[in-house]
């Protein structure tokens, strides 16, 4: 900041002329067929353009960086991979013996993608390797359960499971889920979050390395150092894109012996993006709703027409049913003509004489807990809320979902919130209130959601929309973040870094020869030193 431009172009180009001719790390063939650049070359013509040209995703500069970066993240999640994949694992095999107690207690079969889920995670889990599996799944479609037939055969092979979420609320509804059929099967559940404290964390705490408890289900204060485990085999993370790979190995570290851990995600994740940040792990995917599970009539109405909807909402109220009205922001502080919650809450307590709750992000967790009981039990008929509801509530009974200024909110977010409702045999309904005019990219956000519910579909619009940065709101996740590659423009270029990364690891796995000294090289050039840590560390 401050500093003249004559300045720093007088100082990119004494830097540039620093850098030094390096090995090459780049098969030759490649470099050939694609008319590329060498890497000096290249960042030359990055820094000093001749023409707009240079600039452009397709320039042969640009993709030959772009390669470079893309290979430097495939290299280092394929050495992490064969490295976890190296370990010994622990055979664990289950009779099925708790899995077919647990779920006779469920009031719905299985459907047959969670039932191929549960058998390729059983058959990770029964193999002599460790297991490192991502399980995706759409909006509703039962990830839950499989996950919980997973911890089931650990604590039948007589070990202990761990199970966590990113949010507290997120953690108590799985819980809520998953006690009955644990019940069922007579294993040994517990939670812990931030909220756990003094006497009776303690006594969660002493249980856990005691071997009392069975499942333990937390948020991130498993990763505190007092908790220990008598015997960890599996760590299940359900984590919304928050749980990058550092916390995936700092978890397995919980356990004595070696740890299987499965990732479950929240929302689809486009196939580009998977690649790029979870490349180290095997992929299993739910595609089908449980069966009972109506369509969402999914509706666009100007905010104009805000009155009708107040009609309309009263008249289903009347008849028994529940709705969820999501705002944007909590208070008027944040100088903004977004519809403020509380304000929200008030005008409808108003207009549809009835009870109406309110949930936001800056209330105390039993405070949170209590509002939404009030929903659960109907005690209240509409709930006001923040997106706090996002992921992981579950009320069946509740069937209409209105969100306020719908163009604010992103694909994943608004298909989110459209997935807390649908879950009961009632038909549902979202109404995405807009204001007017739209922008280009918002009315092509909300006319997809109008016309799929398949969240794979969305998840792919939403990238090209968006770009993954935004997307995976990468600052806060953990998750990858290019700077040179653009993966919606440089997606063919990903799998063929993939492909050639596969290739290095099982020729050269410990980047031994000429070409993986460069390699070596080009990973510390992208910051990609863990994994040259972890082949120094065998």
Known sequence: EGLPLKSLSKAVRGALEK???????LDKPLLRARVWPSFRAAIFAAHAPESPADLSPESPARMRLAYDELLANQLALALIRARMRGQKGRVLKSTDAFKAKAFAALPFALTVSQQQAIAEIEADMASSSRMLRLLQGDVGSGKTVVAMAALLTVVECGAQGALMAPTEILARQHMATLEPLARAAGVRMAILTGREKGVAREQ???????????ILVGTHALFSEDVSFRDLALAVVDEQHRFGVHHRMKLQGKGDKPVDVLVM?????????????????????????PAGRKPIYTRLLSAERIDEVIVHLRQAIARGARAYWVCPLVEESEKSDLAAAEDRAAMLRQALHAPVGLIHGRMKGPERDAAMAKFKSGETKVLVATTVIEVGVDVPEASIMVVEHAERFGLAQLHQLRGRVGRGSTKSTCLLIYQPPLGDTAKARLKTLRETEDGFVIAEEDLRLRGPGELLGVRQSGMEEFRLADLAAHAELLTTARDDAKLIVST??????????????????????????????G
């Open 19 to 25: 850098v030094p001719e390096m090995a090459e790390w």
């Open 204 to 214: 969660t705490l002493k249980a856990l390395e005691g071997g009392l408890i069975d």
């Open 508 to 537: 050269d796995p410990e980047l031994m020869s000429p070409r993986g000294e460069a390699l070596r090289l080009l990973l510390y050039l992208f910051e990609r030193e863990e994994a040259v840590r972890l082949l120094r560390a």
């Open 265 to 289: 995600t929240a929302t689809p994740i486009p196939r580009t993006l998977a690649l790029t940040a979870y490349g180290d792990m095997e992929v299993s995917r739910l595609t089908e709703r």
